[in-house]
Nanobody
Framework: VQLQASGGGLVQAGGSLRLSCAAS????????LGWFRQAPGAEREFVAA????????NYADSVKGRFTISRDNAKNTVYLQMNSLKPEDTAVYYC?????????????????WGQGTKVTVSS
């Protein structure tokens, strides 16, 4: 499986960005996907996850109400819509695919990772 994340950039606080992650090499629609982020000097942390159909989602408390994860199985793509961005959202964002059943907030719960896309939020 190959995952290619895109859509990062520089945005002012209060602004919005939409990240995309395109997958290839496996039956995309069968698996859950997640977004994680890693700020400079910090550990990678869970942001959001979505199940195979898009009917179930899970969010970190820090992004709940501001970020929305979605997927388009016809396009083999998962999205992360980020609104009301804050400087503390600055990080490299990674998409990941999970072969196991259900959703997971753990890094170890994911089997394939994209290369990351950088998001910088200025104050």
């Amino acid at each position: 499986v190959q995952l290619q994340a895109s859509g990062g950039g520089l945005v002012q606080a209060g602004g919005s960005l939409r990240l995309s992650c395109a997958a290839s090499g496996r039956t995309f629609s069968s698996y859950a996907l997640g977004w994680f982020r890693q700020a400079p000097g910090a550990e990678r942390e869970f942001v959001a996850a979505i199940n195979w159909s898009g009917g179930k989602t899970n969010y970190a408390d820090s992004v709940k109400g501001r970020f929305t994860i979605s997927r388009d199985n016809a396009k083999n793509t998962v999205y992360l819509q980020m609104n009301s961005l804050k400087p503390e959202d600055t990080a490299v964002y990674y998409c990941a695919l999970r072969l196991g059943i259900g959703l997971s907030i753990a890094i170890a719960g994911y089997d394939y990772w994209g290369q990351g896309t950088k998001v910088t939020v200025s104050s």
